[in-house]
């Protein structure tokens, strides 16, 4: 049994533990080592019958393992750090809003512990996505893990982003994995009739784009069934195992319908004579057992059934019916070139994932496996990361920089040490051995902080500096100089106490990593640091991945955390357009707390929960749809350092933006992309102006869009990063 390897697997979706389910089986029998099923909270809330957390106690039974639900991401961070090395692997991990557990979790996943996405099915978002998939979610998707697993090859998955190209490698679906070398997974229960078929519904699916197709589907449904039952014939019903549309709307289903609800595993798929199926991963299943199959497509087809065109396609109950009485095969491999490269031998792809895990791994097993993805030459520095928790300026200024650089650099992210029940000079010797076994253990090249302001930071920087190890310190506020203007008591009073450790940590740091140039000015006034470096972008973004449409709500919205002195400064302007736009709404997202005048806009203002994960925020903003988004800014010191994030997103996002004339948003934007005001009279006009025409909103928009895809791309703000941490290396090395 490999020692303290982990062998980690994320259970987010329902339909992941069939995904799933081969892997755990094999890392235990194959490569003998002790899984580890975690749980996310998403998870246990959609299996509300209990179902298929008892599924995978009896996988953790069988294996030895162990099933963890997560409660919290630090507990989760610190199990993963406890391991010396290993995997984990998700079969529903990326940035959109329904994986945002698991993708957080692979953002922060320490760097000896190999993160591994799935394709989970056919047409998988990031991989091959339908039509309607990418009305809904753009035509990409981003994903936070080193290895991306897919069933076929690269120049086939047309939706794989080309700067995740180097990661991926063609291994085929796990779910078809039939054995190990010890068990067989695979069932060979009989149906209770050989001459029957099944019909498969995946109605939860935005293939179906309307509810009028998920109606028609039904009642042809219902025509075939009728007809059969005329026969004297029975007909199997298997409803989606994560949607459950029959199962959650009980249906009444007729006395000749089986209704077939086991596991995928569970399933005797080849003892079906024939199957039909709107587009779904469930059509392999069959075609892999030999079984005829049909795609069901809605006889306006705005179902997209252009990946399966292989199928005879049914668009009425006449269809189906002609092929329950005479099914034919005509999924044959050898004539479609998508079809022949994922009907690939169980063994094979058997082989090449104990190959992939082995590996990862380092554990010794006989067979190679070629991977697209391979390290290069040249050492990766290492860099040990440290926050005090999970904030948005870690995401945007280092995790997403550093997830685009894995071929340079490999990092470990320190939220802070675990010292809590220790005092006096007990914590102060916890906290040096802990800091000294970082260095030791983990050897790093440079040391960065982000927004740190934790007395155990100055004995970290301390013990760094003792192995002439570099640190970075990056700071984005004047966090020793708080502002009562713009903070509430609360967060002033704490900004207060943190500032002399933050100063230190300052006085310690090699070099200083400043958001702005302004703010750069600012510390070198009064702390006269020697090595101030600044970017050109803070806020970076994907192009491939900006938010274009014309569909915008008569919304105008505000984004925060706190900052309610801001809002106020602009609130009767507001007051006053929105009381003569009875139409128009103001929504707040954040933790924002409106006056008792702008609560007097009744039903015209919505105030939106924060959204704490960074993907989570941004794809909520962009579901809201505004037209108009605004940054107010009190006219001070505090705030005229700050960065032009706002901007950013709300462009990203597809919002017109206005802003206060401060340099934060007039230095380096385009007078095009952006309205700027300085009086009430100004933001009331810019406000009534961009209500009054959608066009200047969309001509405000099209230009900001241009503009932060031309110099705010992640790619270019990850090679800033790497830029700053290879100076402070050289720099210490003179």
């Known amino acids: 049994m490999a020692h303290n390897v982990m062998a980690g697997f994320i259970v987010n979706l329902l339909q992941d533990v069939n995904i799933l389910r081969p892997l755990i089986y094999l890392s235990s029998d194959d490569l003998e080592l002790t899984p580890l099923i975690f749980i996310t909270q998403a998870f246990v809330k959609r299996d509300k019958q209990n179902i298929w957390v008892k599924q995978l106690q009896k996988f953790a039974e069988e294996t030895n393992g162990s099933v963890y639900v997560i409660s919290s991401s630090f507990k989760v961070w610190k199990l993963l750090n406890e391991a010396k090395q290993g995997f984990l692997i998700s079969a529903s991990e990326s940035d959109l809003n329904a994986h945002k557990e698991t993708h957080e979790i692979f953002k922060y996943c320490p760097e000896k512990i190999k993160t591994i996405t799935l394709q989970h099915g056919f047409e998988c978002v990031g991989f091959l996505m339908n039509k309607n998939h990418q009305k809904m979610y753009g035509d990409s998707v981003g994903f936070a893990a080193d290895y991306i697993c897919g069933w076929m090859p690269i120049d086939l998955q047309r939706n794989l982003r080309p700067l995740q190209r180097s990661r991926y490698i063609n291994i085929g679906s796990a779910a078809w994995i039939n054995k190990t070398s010890k068990r067989q997974l695979s069932s060979s229960s009989q149906s209770l009739d050989k001459n029957i078929g099944i019909v498969c519904e995946n109605l939860h699916s935005v293939r179906h784009g309307t509810q009028s197709n998920i109606n028609l589907f039904m009642e042809q449904f219902f025509e075939l069934a009728d007809y059969l039952q005329s026969k004297g014939k029975k007909i199997a019903l298997r409803p989606h195992p994560g949607g459950q549309y ?295 973004i994907d192009p491939n991945h900006i938010l274009t449409h014309k569909k915008r709500k008569k919304v105008i919205g505000y984004t925060g955390f706190g900052h309610s002195q801001d809002l106020e400064t602009i609130e009767d302007a507001l007051i006053e357009v929105l009381n003569t736009h009875p139409d128009w709404r103001l929504e707040l997202i954040g933790t924002i707390i409106p006056s008792n005048k702008l609560r007097s806009l009744g039903g015209q203002i919505t105030l939106i929960p924060p959204e704490n994960d960074y993907d989570s925020f941004i794809s909520l903003l962009k579901s809201r749809k505004w037209s108009i988004g605004i940054c107010p800014l009190i006219d001070n010191r505090f705030n005229s350092l700050k960065a032009n994030t706002k901007w950013v997103e709300y462009s990203f996002c597809n919002i017109a933006t206005i802003a206060s004339d401060s340099p934060v948003y007039t230095n380096g934007i385009r007078s095009t992309s952006i309205r700027t ?42 090679d800033q990063v790497f830029n700053i941490i290879e100076s402070s290396i050289k720099g210490n090395n003179q």
Request: charged fraction near 25%.
């Open 246 to 540: 029959t199962v959650k709307n009980k249906i009444n289903l007729p006395d000749n319908v089986i209704l077939e609800n086991k596991p995928a595993y569970e399933v005797g798929w080849s003892n079906y004579m024939y199957g039909i199926s709107a587009p779904s991963s469930v059509l392999f299943d069959l075609i892999i057992n030999n079984v005829p199959a049909m795609v069901w497509q809605d006889p306006q087809q705005m179902i997209d059934v252009t990946q399966v065109a292989y199928l005879p396609v049914a668009q009425t109950a006449d269809d189906m019916i002609s092929f329950a009485n005479m099914p034919f095969n005509s999924a044959f491999a050898n004539s479609n070139q998508q079809l022949s490269s994922i009907l690939r031998s169980r063994d094979e792809v058997r082989n090449e994932f104990i190959q992939l895990l082995s590996r990862i791994t380092d554990l010794n097993h006989d067979q190679s496996i070629s991977l697209q993805r391979t390290r290069g030459k040249e050492k990766k520095i290492r860099a040990l990361v440290m926050a005090p928790a999970l904030l948005p300026t870690l995401t945007i200024s280092f995790i997403k920089p550093l997830s685009l650089l894995r071929d340079k650099v490999e990092y470990k992210l320190i939220l802070g040490l675990d010292t809590q029940a220790l005092k006096g000079d007990a914590l102060k010797r916890a906290i040096r051995k802990q800091c000294k076994e970082f260095i030791n253990d983990y050897k790093p090249d440079v040391l960065i902080m982000s927004r740190y302001y934790g007395k155990d930071g100055i004995v970290l920087a301390q013990e760094c500096r003792k192995k002439v190890i570099p640190f970075i310190y990056h700071i984005d506020d004047l966090l020793y100089e708080p502002s009562k203007d713009v903070l509430d008591e609360k967060k002033y009073e704490a900004y207060i106490r943190r500032a002399p450790t933050i100063l230190k940590l300052i006085e310690l740091s090699d070099l200083l990593y400043s958001s702005t140039p302004a703010l750069k000015r600012e510390l070198f006034n009064s702390t006269r640091h020697p090595n101030i470096a600044v970017g050109t972008i803070y806020k970076s």
């Open 677 to 718: 005001c300085k009086s009430y009279n100004e933001w009331k006009n810019s406000v009534l102006e961009l209500m009054h025409s959608p066009e200047k909103v969309e001509d405000l928009v099209m230009s900001a869009q241009a503009e932060i895809s031309q110099k705010f791309s992640d790619h270019a703000l990850a």
